[in-house]
């Protein structure tokens, strides 16, 4: 048995609470995405589970985490199927809401010949997620190892989220998209122990790119950021991550050919939190997430390209961590 597996390996590897959206990802795929105001003809509608929040669900219990899953839908069609898929995963629902005559979340996506994408997300009960929901989840927060939250829900319901993971020992992660304009509260920046942006959210939370940030270590940084680890998504090349000490690393992803990008930063995220609930490093976590994400770029879909343990590891066995 090769040194990064654990003995018991196929066994959960700690639990995960993950608070956000659950969506219905309607999809289109055409040669070109549309400029404003122009049509152009696309595939067959395709329609899959997603929701960044559910996403991170999938991909954290597929990693091998056990999982709640703390969110809302509406008495409708999309929100049942949605319900029945994370089932499937095994995922506990206990303190998911259903709303009468308020409908599902669902996502508009349309995807271009060279994988990239846009977006656009009716949130539906996603928005109607209040801080007294996260509360009566109480009982989930206990024991739990890792607490992953997104911008997809009301952000006071995030806040109570992140003090209660905090006060339950939990580490709390916060990936900050979508990313407001006007920026995040401070108080739930404030409470995150580690922030997942990509890029763009970077700068937006930042006022500088990556490259400076590096440079100029812990002191360049806001000082809300400050004490923070913070793991910068890049796509295909990989992931960031600058520790509170001001140290960085990069983990570099195994050469695939992507098919769809949707869902890969929730895969990679959802990944993470599985590992570091497992109690590894935040090396490893970062090599281990980013082989994750790898792996669900080569598959249609966000939450039916999220990859099991089994294929994760495989990954690391092509690639190990150092």
Do not use: H
């Not at 690391?316 to 150092?322: G, K, Q």
Request: aromatic share 4%; charged share 25%; proline share 7%.
């Amino acid at each position: 048995m090769s040194w990064w597996i654990r003995k018991g390996e196929a066994g959960k590897v700690g639990r995960v609470l993950v608070t956000g959206s659950s969506n219905t990802d309607l999809v289109v795929r055409a040669e070109r995405l549309p400029r404003p105001g122009q049509t152009v003809l696309g595939g067959d509608l395709m329609r899959f589970p997603g929701g960044k929040g559910a996403n991170q669900a999938v991909a954290a219990a597929r990693a091998g985490a056990e999982v709640f899953f703390v969110g809302a839908v509406g008495d409708d069609d999309f929100g049942r199927d949605r319900l029945a898929d994370l089932r499937r995963d095994g995922i506990c629902l206990r303190f998911v809401k259903t709303l009468r005559g308020v409908p599902s979340g669902v996502a508009l996506i349309m995807l271009g010949e060279k994988a990239e994408n846009l977006i656009a997300v009716a949130p539906g009960a996603n928005a109607r997620l209040r801080p007294a929901d996260v509360r009566r989840a109480a009982p989930a927060f206990r024991g739990v190892a890792a607490v992953l939250m997104q911008c997809e829900v009301p952000f006071d319901s995030l806040v109570e989220a992140a003090r209660m993971g905090g006060k339950s020992g939990a580490k709390v992660i916060l990936n900050p998209a979508p990313c407001p304009g006007k920026g995040l509260p401070a108080d739930l920046i404030g409470a995150a122990d580690i922030l997942v942006p990509n890029e763009t959210e970077f700068e937006a939370l930042a006022g500088m790119p990556v490259s400076e940030a590096i440079e100029g270590g812990q002191d360049r940084m806001p000082r809300r950021l400050r004490g923070k680890t913070i793991i910068v998504t890049m796509g295909a090349r990989g992931a960031l991550a600058i520790t509170p000490d001001g140290r960085a690393f990069r983990a570099e992803p195994p050469r695939v050919k992507a098919v769809d990008t949707v869902g890969a930063g929730d895969c990679f995220c959802g990944a993470l939190a599985a590992a570091l609930a497992d109690g590894r490093d935040l090396e490893y976590a970062v090599r281990f997430a980013t082989a994750a994400a790898a792996i669900s770029v080569t598959r249609p879909g966000a939450q039916t390209s999220m990859p099991r343990r089994r294929e994760i590891l495989a990954m690391l066995r092509r690639r190990p961590v150092a």
